[in-house]
């Protein structure tokens, strides 16, 4: 069992050549993806499980919870996308002939809960919407991963703003089915990197501010969030190295999985930052009278930065 992910098991053999052959198990209730760079290894291990359980062998993955999977053997890429689901979520809530919109989210929106005394939309229908959405930005589409973020906040009270926040997701799905998360196979060196950034203080109802980072591997975005932080941020300094911290405890677990998984990155991991101050902070075991109230957890990063 692999030591990043419980739900990932690794076996690796040596040949008679001295080749290294390895096999990837990876498994998601009943369904179960074999990954490995010798056939007859993953015939051996078909077997091993055809013995123990009962299994049913679906060949070579085309679709699976959701996700359409599609290999380019020429051109060595792998692409991963959901059509067929977001297409169903158009048309379950009579969406499939709308217009469409270039963005997920309306730049510089902002919302608000509803006061006691203004009277909500269908509340059940928003959630289930929401739920639907929810599942695509954690699968496959990181581009709406801020929006569904935003929006679930609202889901006991929505109202009439929120409503038209869901819609235009909705509206951007229509103009990006076609959209996928692509993987190459071409690179020398599978080399890592990541983004972090914040919102800070756009929550309008609790002024906390919003966390969110990006990795991608040889340029495909392989883990996304955003995330409402847990307190509030006294300047964007602070909001940026909250988020620092949120976005170094993935990088982390990305690089410690990678390894177990035999693609152990020898070289550092670059995460980019676009606030000086929060860089320098980093980097800098200084403190200052707007900087020294930073809870000293959020600085952990700066031990990872050293090593």
Same mark, same amino acid.
């Given at each position: 069992?692999n030591?990043?992910?419980?739900c990932?098991?690794?076996?690796?053999v040596?040949?008679?050549?001295?080749?290294?052959?390895?096999v990837?198990?990876?498994?998601?209730?009943?369904?179960?993806?074999?990954?490995?760079?010798?056939t007859?290894?993953v015939?051996?291990?078909?077997?091993?499980?055809s013995?123990?359980f009962?299994?049913?062998?679906?060949g070579?993955?085309?679709?699976?919870l959701?996700?359409?999977?599609q290999?380019?053997?020429k051109?060595?890429?792998?692409?991963?996308?959901?059509?067929?689901?977001?297409?169903g979520?158009?048309?379950?809530?009579?969406?499939?002939?709308?217009?469409?919109?270039?963005?997920?989210?309306?730049?510089?929106?902002?919302?608000e809960?509803?006061?006691?005394?203004?009277?909500?939309?269908?509340?059940?229908?928003?959630?289930?919407?929401?739920g639907?959405?929810?599942y695509?930005?954690?699968?496959?589409?990181?581009?709406?991963?801020a929006?569904?973020?935003?929006?679930?906040?609202?889901?006991?009270?929505?109202?009439?703003?929120?409503?038209?926040?869901?819609?235009r997701?909705?509206?951007?799905?229509?103009?990006?089915?076609?959209?996928?998360?692509?993987y190459?196979?071409?690179?020398?060196?599978i080399?890592?990197?990541?983004?972090s950034?914040?919102?800070?203080?756009g929550?309008l109802?609790?002024?906390r501010?919003? !966390?969110?980072? %990006?990795?991608? &591997?040889n340029?495909?975005?392989? /883990?996304?969030?955003?995330?409402?932080?847990? *307190?509030?941020? $006294?300047? !964007?300094?602070? %909001?940026?190295? &909250?988020?620092?911290?949120t976005? /170094?405890?993935?990088?982390?677990?990305l690089? *410690?999985?990678r $390894?177990?998984?035999?693609? %152990?990155?020898?070289?550092?991991?670059?995460?980019?930052e676009?606030?000086?101050?929060?860089?320098?902070?980093?980097?800098?075991?200084?403190?200052?009278?707007?900087t020294?109230?930073?809870?000293?957890?959020?600085h952990?990063?700066?031990?990872?930065?050293?090593?």
């Amino acid at each position: 069992m692999n030591s990043a992910d419980s739900c990932l098991y690794v076996k690796t053999v040596k040949d008679v050549i001295g080749k290294i052959n390895f096999v990837i198990l990876a498994l998601y209730v009943d369904d179960i993806l074999l990954m490995s760079n010798s056939t007859d290894m993953v015939a051996r291990e078909k077997e091993s499980l055809s013995k123990r359980f009962n299994i049913s062998d679906q060949g070579e993955v085309h679709f699976i919870l959701g996700m359409l999977i599609q290999r380019d053997r020429k051109e060595r890429t792998l692409t991963i996308s959901q059509p067929k689901y977001l297409e169903g979520v158009l048309t379950r809530f009579k969406f499939d002939n709308c217009k469409q919109v270039s963005t997920s989210f309306e730049p510089g929106r902002k919302f608000e809960k509803l006061s006691d005394c203004d009277t909500p939309i269908d509340t059940q229908r928003y959630q289930m919407i929401i739920g639907c959405l929810t599942y695509a930005s954690t699968a496959t589409d990181p581009d709406i991963a801020a929006a569904v973020s935003i929006l679930s906040q609202f889901m006991a009270k929505p109202g009439k703003q929120h409503w038209e926040g869901v819609k235009r997701v909705l509206l951007y799905i229509k103009e990006t089915l076609d959209y996928c998360l692509k993987y190459s196979a071409n690179e020398k060196e599978i080399t890592l990197c990541g983004y972090s950034d914040a919102d800070w203080g756009g929550d309008l109802n609790t002024r906390r501010s919003t !966390s969110g980072y %990006a990795f991608q &591997i040889n340029g495909c975005t392989r /883990s996304w969030s955003s995330k409402g932080q847990l *307190r509030i941020a $006294k300047s !964007s300094t602070e %909001a940026k190295c &909250i988020a620092l911290s949120t976005s /170094s405890q993935e990088l982390i677990w990305l690089r *410690r999985l990678r $390894k177990d998984l035999g693609f %152990a990155q020898s070289k550092p991991t670059v995460l980019f930052e676009d606030n000086q101050s929060a860089n320098e902070l980093s980097k800098n075991p200084k403190f200052h009278s707007r900087t020294k109230h930073i809870d000293i957890s959020y600085h952990f990063v700066r031990e990872q930065w050293r090593s």
